[in-house]
């Protein structure tokens, strides 16, 4: 309804017309919502209803209520420590993705001008190089045969390859890395385009040295993006069961990778649920920081 | 002075990130030509043979079509339902918005085991045999919120007024949309179902939990690499890159057209 139609209409049919509207609208979501309700909520309640009950393995249930499967999870030694190694892994990656993409955000927003878009469109086209491929490329680079090897060879630093650069858990790292600084890039790159230039003109004509406007303009006003891709890599990586396979030695056993296994390997599908839910758990209490910090910066 | 020599140290340290991003993926596109067998170095010279032994493999060929029919489906889906979802959101104007706006973005807050796994619980619950429709199903959820953010986001900056004043003209909410809305939407719609594709193209963590016995091209890549014995990956490798980069270059374009 436009502004016009409802003052000669009267504010009466006016109201109920926007009512009628925002119902109609409302409708249009239908289609999405039904989607989102049949194969996210009703399988992720599922989902929960089955970690509460009993296990046989071989994909046998028996439904009878148990806490069991959340208990044995949190008590059994094994998964302490894989899940210290899983949640390690994954904070190391992102703080590394954040050391290694916020320079190279700052130079590609604030020391590129006709280049910038060109290396934005770089980092895309890394983002959605498929993931797979960007995994197995890691093969021809650390492998025995790979680049590293044979540069070492070439300048005579190693008679015999390096073996333990591949199925390590640092080959993993190296991955999650390669696989998740596109994402960190971007977001942060967006972050610091939202900045306005005369922002930091001003700041550098009151007398403010070079690094002083980087932290006192630039890095409080890129802190909800840098909170948000650090969540986001930690999230992901933590959740990731392919890498650790394709990449991680014997000992590179993740939590994702546990719950894969009691889901395909052992079809003790409760004890998987309930390890997932615990893990969702962590992730949750990551978001909720992140917003946190949000409302703490006022934006 | 120092200002300079510091854009210098940031340059190089830039580069050093691009080269750490490309140079692997590279190397595979390299080793992809190679004339022997090896995996790796040294490169032996140019030749084909890879390509052709991928084009003349019925595995290959096999997940090839399962991935894009998968693909194609999901981009249906996720194209209809996602654009009315942006559609609405944006149009709604009410505090519940932004409920549903978040609503929409979960899926992408979640990593894909947890979806994973969900759905097949579900699945096996509801004893319905693992396929490309369970599968497509997967790629559906996880896709829906990347191509209504790209949807919902050049619905938020063209002016409502045009769709207002074509129905204040008399033109019906259909003709409007036919008219109004979706000729001014299309190519940002068009971008949201190139990264739906590519996305789909690409998925490995849900897949692998809801396609049953059938192989998609990333997890036929999968069990290749698991393996580790077939020379022909670095050439279908090579085709799986080349076939998201053509994507995105066609998402570029119509982001492009948005943004002039």
Redesign the interface.
Known sequence: ??AA?ETTAGAAPGVRA?KRR?R??????T???L??GL??L???L??LY?SFIVGLGY?QLQNSFTLSNYTDALKDPVNRSIAIRTFSLAALTATICIL??Y??S???TF?LRRARNL?L??????L??????????????L?????IN?ALKTLHLIDAPIGFLLFSKWAVLIAF??VF??FT?LILASAMQSIPSELLENSRDLGAS?FQSFTKVVLPLTTPGLVAAFAYTF??T?????TP??LGGKQSQTL?SI??DE??TFGN?PA??AL?FL??LV?AVV?IAVSQTRRYKGL | MSARRQSWGLAFYTAFVFAFLFVPVLMVVLFSFNKTASFTFPFHGWSFQWYRSVFSSPDYRGAIWASLKVALVTVLIVASIGTLAAIAVTRYTSRGREVLRSVFLVPAALPGLFLGIALLSLFIRTKTDLSLGTATVGHVIYTLPYFFLVASSRLLRFDPLLEESARDLGASWWTTFRKVTLPIIAPALIAGALVVFSLSWDEVLITFFTIGSQNTLPLLIYSKVKQASDPSINAISTLLLTGSLVFIVGVRKFVVDIQS
């Open positions: 309804m436009s139609a926007t925002r109609s609208v409302l409708l249009l979501a289609p999405a919502l989607v989102l194969a996210l009703v399988p992720i599922y989902l089955q994909g290694l993409g320079p190279a700052f130079f590609i020391r290396a469109f770089l980092v895309v086209v890394s959605f190089t498929s993931y797979l491929v960007r995994l197995y490329a890691w093969y021809t680079v492998g025995k045969d790979g680049l044979t890395v390669n600084l596109p890039i070079a999230v992901l933590s959740g990731d069961y392919i396979a394709l994702a719950v894969r889901f395909v599908q998987g649920a997932s893990m969702v992730f978001y």
